[in-house]
């Protein structure tokens, strides 16, 4: 395993406050960004992480095959504030890029995934277009599922999680919450973005994310899961083996595919603005 916490020659890093985030902004060196911006939100259960997690993760590659910009907002942790901070602060950092005029994307690993669709739940409820969504393994329910209850897999387990959500929720870590504290608490996925994900099927977030993207499949939303042979949390990041390449791959490839998706929507929505500016001419 590399722990990597800085950005390498292809990319630009600039640190901003937005508000009280403190935010990592990525841009590609040596290219022109193309007008997406990606809010990438790092794991770490609620309780441990830092925004240069970004370095490592899936989203440094957006930036540098396909010039998006990404936002690595340094999030509350739960030992500082519990819920609702960190998402909170997320969101702010998300209605800051949405100034910018860019295509919005959401994205996360584990408590970060977690945090990503409460994000994008908050964004539909009040009014901000999210393009597309990214909850790899995301952390979903507070609750113990059939896999996350008894799990004693690698790198995360049952008595990591139940930590975890104490830390998060404090008093309210076994009582059904708002679904912007625990997603799969959501009883309405209506408009909700498009979703890729993957995730172990040894890990203790299995269930969980194969029930978000039902529930989104259910509501008439485009979701995508792709699941692995593997008892290891955030395999794709912590090794470096065939599994681990193949799922950053079929990661790149739904990316690309919706990138293609909104690039397209976006050249017919700018065509039909010239026209109407051109019929209102008459």
Known sequence: MTIKLWPDQDIHA?????????????????????????LWI???????????????SRAADLVKKYGVTVYSPGYRLAWQKPYPAAVNDCYQVLAYMCRQEDTL??????????LAAAVCMMARDRGISVAFQMPLYPMLSNLDTETSGDNHGRVWNTRRNHFGWRMYLRGQAQEKVSPYAAPIHQTDYRHLPRCYTFVGDGEPFYAETMTYVANL?????????DVYHTDMHAFD????????????????????????????ERQSLEKCGRLFSALSYF
């Open 14 to 38: 600039q640190k901003i406050r937005i508000g009280r985030v403190r935010t990592l902004i990525l841009r590609p060196a040596n290219r022109t960004a193309v007008p997406v911006s990606v």
């Open 105 to 114: 994307m959401v994205g996360g690993e584990s408590a970060g995934g977690g």
């Open 42 to 56: 790092h794991g770490g259960g609620f309780i441990t992480g830092m925004k240069e997690m970004v370095y490592m």
């Open 217 to 225: 499949r259910a509501a008439g939303i485009e979701a995508e899961v």
């Open 237 to 264: 990041i912590l090794k470096n083996d065939a599994q681990s390449r193949e799922a950053a791959m079929r990661f790149e490839q739904h990316f690309e595919k919706i990138l293609n998706s909104c690039q397209k």
